[in-house]
T-cell receptor
Framework: SAVISQKPSRDICQRGTSLTIQCQVD?????MFWYRQQPGQSLTLIAT?????????ESGFVIDKFPISRPNLTFSTLTVSNMSPEDSSIYLC?????????FGSGTRLTVV | LAKTTQPISMDSYEGQEVNITCSHN???????ITWYQQFPSQGPRFIIQ???TKVTNEVASLFIPADRKSSTLSLPRVSLSDTAVYYC??????????FGAGTTVTVRA
């Protein structure tokens, strides 16, 4: 399966600021996904990021709040913009390849 | 996507077998049933997948009755390290996984 490196692993940020989360994969993958996991909750899909096209956002998530870049087949970033305490969550990236789905370890974000 | 229902939590002791049943009444003909495991501070990890009858791997067994409206994940002889959240997923929507609430399994010594 793919190996995913997600950075940072955790961060504490001031409200009103932005944080960019990086997801690096050890192999080329077509589809990458970004999820949010709020405290004590399950995973919710934010968007699908395909190389060479705009990310596709799920209902309730917008590009202005969660801009995504996908410059090549091994890398993607998710930015959480103008943060508020409600954005405190774990953010995870995921990829799919011939072996199935792999998830990163997540970025634990605390907004104060 | 088929809606899934599974118990919120289950407690067990080391060495016991844990069985988690997931209901998915609206499963489609082409849907596979997949279980993921998530430890604290980690992303979900694939455990097992099946379509019908029984599937077994080195980690777990998956039992699926003929009507496929439910499935049971069986964890044999659990240890403390099996304490995790277990998610039952059914089907895909454009390759997108849809996670339900999951079952928190707590294994005690």
């Amino acid at each position: 399966s793919a190996v995913i490196s997600q950075k940072p692993s955790r961060d504490i940020c001031q409200r009103g600021t932005s944080l960019t989360i990086q997801c690096q994969v050890d192999s080329q993958v077509t589809m990458m996904f970004w999820y949010r996991q709020q405290p004590g909750q399950s995973l919710t899909l934010i968007a699908t990021a395909n190389q060479g096209s705009e990310a596709t956002y799920e209902s309730g998530f917008v590009i202005d709040k969660f801009p995504i870049s996908r410059p090549n087949l091994t890398f993607s970033t998710l930015t959480v913009s103008n943060m508020s305490p409600e954005d405190s969550s774990i953010y995870l990236c995921s990829v799919i390849n011939a072996y199935g789905y792999t998830f990163g370890s997540g970025t634990r974000l605390t907004v104060v | 996507l088929a809606k899934t229902t599974q118990p919120i939590s289950m407690d067990s002791y080391e060495g016991q077998e844990v069985n988690i049943t997931c209901s998915h009444n609206n499963i489609a003909t082409n849907d596979y049933i997949t279980w993921y495991q998530q430890f604290p501070s980690q992303g979900p990890r694939f455990i097992i997948q099946g379509y019908k009858t029984k599937v077994t791997n080195e980690v777990a067994s998956l039992f699926i009755p003929a009507d496929r409206k439910s499935s049971t994940l069986s964890l044999p002889r659990v240890s403390l390290s099996d304490t995790a959240v277990y998610y039952c997923l059914v089907g895909l929507n454009d390759y997108k996984l849809s996670f339900g609430a999951g079952t928190t399994v707590t294994v005690r010594a």
